[in-house]
């Protein structure tokens, strides 16, 4: 089941224009694994969103996605890995 931000959280999303912060520390599964342990339909699914990125980590999906839900000028502090900046991610 999918999480729908806007309808769990309207008065962060909607009212306000989106979140102050994010912290968290995402799942790290290589863009080769992905599939492998999550799904080819999970996969396809974040790629149909952010666009093919055949071997970004998954953890490069959950910073797209926190940036996306925050207001302008805003936090994100997500622990990453090194294979943030490398390769396809």
């Not at 959280?9 to 863009?31: L, Q, S, T, W, Y």
């Not at 149909?48 to 996605?65: E, M, P, Q, T, V």
């Not at 925050?70 to 294979?83: D, E, H, M, R, Y």
Request: hydrophobic share 45%; glycine share 12%; aromatic share 14%.
């Amino acid at each position: 089941m999918m999480f729908h931000w806007p309808l769990e959280f309207p008065e962060a999303i909607v009212k306000r224009g989106g979140f102050d912060a994010f912290v968290g520390n995402p799942p790290f599964i290589g863009g080769t694994r992905i599939s492998s342990i999550l799904g080819s339909e999970y996969l396809s699914f974040i790629q149909s969103i952010w666009g093919k990125g055949n071997r970004a980590d998954i953890c490069s999906y959950f910073f797209l996605r926190t940036t996306s839900l925050l207001k302008v000028n805003c936090v994100v502090g997500l622990i990453a890995t090194n294979t943030i900046a490398q390769g396809s991610t």
